[in-house]
C-alpha cells in the first residue's frame, strides 16, 4: 500500500471506532440512565436499537451494490451524518413513538457506514491486500465499547439519557463523518487492485445463495453476532445480576473490547499458521465458555472477567473472519453484493438481540439469556465442524 492509504486505513479505523460506540454500543452505555428516566419498559427501550439494526440489515444488499458501483466513498461519509442526524434527534423526543422512528434513521446510518460498506469498499480497492487493512481498523475498532460504556454511564449519570445522547451525537459528527470523509478521500489516492466498478450482473447473488456454504455462513455469524448483541445490549444489568457493583460492571463491560483487539492481534500474527476454517472453530467454542462462565459466576469477579476475555476475544476474531470465510467459501467477484446478501443473516440476528434479550430476561431472568446464548455458540460450533468437512 502507498502511504495515502497506509493513512487511510487509519483514519477509517477511527471512523468505525467512534461509528460503533455511537450508533451500536450507545445503548448499552446509557441503559441504566433510560431505565431510570425514561418511563418505558426494558422491551419498549430495546425495541429502538432493534428496529434500527432492522433497518440495516433490510439495507445491507444495497449498500453492498452501491459499493460495487462505485459509490462507498460517499456511502460512509453521508451514511455517518444520517446517524448522527438520528442520534440527535433521539437526545430531544418525548414519546415511545418518536423513539422508535430516530432510531429508524440512525439504522440508516449504521446500514451504510459501518464494517459491511467499510469492508467492501477496502476489498474493492486493495484487492487481495484489503485483508491487513480490515485487520488494522477492527483491531483499532476493538476499543469502541470500551469507549461507550465509561462515556455513557457518566454522561447518563451527569446529564441524563438525553443529554447523553446528545454526547454521543456530537462524537459521530465531529469525528466519524469527517474520518470516513478523509479516510476514503486518501484510499481512493491509490491504485484500485480489486475487481472493476461495475453493476452487479443479474443472477450473482442467486448464484451465491445456491450454495450450502452461503447459508451455512450465515447462520453460524447470525448466531454468534446474534448472542453478542444480547450480552452487549443487557451488559450493565447482566453484571449487576451476576454480583458485580456499578463500577466493576462497568470495568468488566468495558473490557470486552480490549479484548478484542488481543484476539485480532493474536490473528493477524498466527492467521497463516492457524487458517480461517480452525479458527472459527476455536472462537465457537471461546463463545461458549464466556456464557458458562458468566453462568457459573455468583459474585466472582474472576469468572466475569474470564466472561470478557473469551468472549472479547472470539467477537474480535469473528469480525475479521467473516469477510475472509465468504472470499474463501464463495469468491472475490461480485464480494460486495454477496456480503451484503449474507450480512443479512447475522444483521438481521442483531435486530433481534435487543428485544429478544429483553423477553428472555423477562421471562426467566438473566440466567435464561445466558442459557440462550451458550446454545447460539454450541450450533455455530457445530457449523464450523461442517465446513472442516468441505475442506474450510
Same mark, same amino acid.
Given at each position: 500500500?502507498?502511504?495515502? &492509504?497506509?493513512?487511510?486505513?487509519?483514519?477509517?479505523?477511527?471512523?468505525?471506532?467512534?461509528?460503533?460506540?455511537?450508533? *451500536?454500543?450507545? +445503548?448499552?452505555?446509557?441503559?441504566?440512565?433510560?431505565?431510570?428516566?425514561?418511563?418505558?419498559?426494558?422491551?419498549?427501550?430495546?425495541?429502538?436499537?432493534?428496529?434500527?439494526?432492522?433497518?440495516?440489515?433490510?439495507?445491507?444488499?444495497?449498500?453492498?451494490?452501491?459499493?460495487?458501483?462505485?459509490?462507498?466513498? #460517499?456511502?460512509?461519509? %453521508? #451514511?455517518?451524518?444520517?446517524?448522527?442526524?438520528?442520534?440527535?434527534?433521539?437526545?430531544?423526543?418525548?414519546?415511545?413513538?418518536?423513539?422508535?422512528?430516530?432510531?429508524?434513521?440512525? @439504522?440508516?446510518?449504521?446500514?451504510?457506514?459501518?464494517?459491511?460498506?467499510?469492508?467492501?469498499?477496502?476489498?474493492?480497492?486493495?484487492?487481495? &491486500?484489503?485483508?491487513?487493512? /480490515?485487520?488494522?481498523?477492527?483491531?483499532? #475498532?476493538?476499543?469502541?465499547?470500551?469507549?461507550? +460504556?465509561?462515556?455513557?454511564? %457518566?454522561?447518563?449519570?451527569?446529564?441524563? %439519557?438525553?443529554?447523553?445522547? $446528545?454526547?454521543?451525537?456530537?462524537?459521530?459528527?465531529?469525528?466519524?463523518?469527517?474520518?470516513?470523509?478523509?479516510?476514503?478521500?486518501?484510499?481512493?489516492?491509490?491504485?484500485?487492485?480489486?475487481?472493476?466498478?461495475? &453493476?452487479?450482473?443479474?443472477?450473482?447473488?442467486?448464484?451465491?445463495?445456491?450454495?450450502?456454504?452461503?447459508?451455512?455462513?450465515?447462520?453460524?455469524?447470525?448466531?454468534?453476532?446474534?448472542?453478542?448483541?444480547?450480552? *452487549?445490549?443487557?451488559?450493565?444489568?447482566?453484571?449487576?445480576?451476576?454480583?458485580?457493583?456499578?463500577?466493576?460492571?462497568?470495568?468488566?463491560?468495558?473490557? *470486552? @473490547?480490549?479484548?478484542?483487539?488481543?484476539?485480532?492481534?493474536?490473528?493477524?500474527?498466527?492467521?497463516?499458521?492457524? $487458517?480461517?476454517?480452525?479458527?472459527?472453530?476455536?472462537?465457537?467454542?471461546?463463545?461458549?465458555?464466556?456464557?458458562?462462565?458468566? =453462568?457459573?459466576?455468583?459474585?466472582?469477579?474472576?469468572?466475569?472477567?474470564?466472561?470478557?476475555?473469551?468472549?472479547?476475544?472470539? /467477537?474480535?476474531?469473528?469480525?475479521?473472519?467473516?469477510?475472509? =470465510?465468504?472470499? &474463501?467459501?464463495?469468491?472475490?467477484?461480485?464480494?460486495?453484493?454477496?456480503?451484503?446478501?449474507?450480512?443479512?443473516?447475522?444483521?438481521?440476528?442483531?435486530?433481534?438481540?435487543?428485544?429478544? @434479550?429483553?423477553?428472555?430476561? $423477562?421471562?426467566?431472568?438473566?440466567?435464561?439469556?445466558?442459557? #440462550?446464548?451458550?446454545?447460539?455458540?454450541? =450450533?455455530?460450533?457445530?457449523?464450523?465442524? %461442517?465446513?472442516?468437512?468441505?475442506?474450510?
Amino acid at each position: 500500500m502507498s502511504r495515502d &492509504e497506509r493513512l487511510g486505513v487509519w483514519v477509517l479505523a477511527v471512523g468505525q471506532t467512534l461509528g460503533f460506540a455511537t450508533l *451500536v454500543f450507545s +445503548f448499552g452505555g446509557i441503559l441504566p440512565a433510560l431505565l431510570d428516566g425514561s418511563g418505558w419498559s426494558r422491551a419498549e427501550l430495546a425495541l429502538g436499537p432493534t428496529l434500527a439494526l432492522l433497518v440495516s440489515a433490510v439495507l445491507a444488499p444495497v449498500s453492498g451494490r452501491l459499493v460495487d458501483a462505485g459509490h462507498g466513498a #460517499a456511502l460512509l461519509a %453521508w #451514511a455517518a451524518a444520517l446517524g448522527a442526524a438520528g442520534l440527535l434527534t433521539l437526545s430531544g423526543v418525548g414519546s415511545h413513538a418518536a423513539w422508535l422512528a430516530c432510531w429508524a434513521l440512525v @439504522g440508516l446510518g449504521q446500514a451504510g457506514s459501518l464494517y459491511e460498506t467499510c469492508f467492501a469498499f477496502l476489498t474493492r480497492r486493495l484487492g487481495g &491486500e484489503a485483508r491487513g487493512a /480490515i485487520i488494522r481498523i477492527t483491531v483499532l #475498532a476493538g476499543f469502541a465499547s470500551s469507549l461507550a +460504556f465509561p462515556v455513557g454511564a %457518566w454522561a447518563g449519570a451527569a446529564l441524563g %439519557w438525553h443529554g447523553a445522547l $446528545g454526547v454521543f451525537a456530537l462524537l459521530q459528527l465531529a469525528i466519524t463523518v469527517p474520518a470516513n470523509l478523509y479516510g476514503a478521500q486518501l484510499l481512493r489516492r491509490g491504485q484500485r487492485r480489486g475487481p472493476a466498478m461495475v &453493476e452487479t450482473p443479474k443472477g450473482a447473488v442467486r448464484t451465491a445463495i445456491a450454495k450450502p456454504e452461503f447459508w451455512v455462513l450465515a447462520a453460524i455469524f447470525a448466531l454468534m453476532i446474534g448472542g453478542h448483541m444480547m450480552l *452487549v445490549s443487557f451488559a450493565l444489568p447482566i453484571m449487576e445480576d451476576r454480583g458485580a457493583g456499578t463500577t466493576l460492571a462497568v470495568v468488566v463491560a468495558s473490557s *470486552v @473490547g480490549p479484548m478484542q483487539v488481543a484476539g485480532r492481534l493474536f490473528l493477524m500474527v498466527g492467521a497463516d499458521r492457524i $487458517g480461517s476454517g480452525r479458527a472459527a472453530r476455536v472462537i465457537t467454542l471461546g463463545l461458549a465458555v464466556a456464557s458458562a462462565a458468566l =453462568l457459573l459466576a455468583a459474585g466472582q469477579p474472576v469468572l466475569m472477567f474470564a466472561y470478557a476475555v473469551f468472549q472479547g476475544a472470539s /467477537i474480535g476474531i469473528a469480525s475479521i473472519l467473516r469477510p475472509l =470465510l465468504i472470499a &474463501e467459501a464463495l469468491g472475490r467477484e461480485n464480494f460486495g453484493a454477496v456480503s451484503g446478501a449474507l450480512a443479512t443473516a447475522p444483521l438481521s440476528a442483531s435486530a433481534a438481540a435487543p428485544y429478544l @434479550g429483553a423477553l428472555l430476561i $423477562g421471562w426467566g431472568g438473566v440466567p435464561l439469556l445466558l442459557a #440462550a446464548t451458550l446454545c447460539f455458540a454450541l =450450533l455455530a460450533f457445530a457449523g464450523t465442524l %461442517w465446513l472442516a468437512g468441505r475442506g474450510i
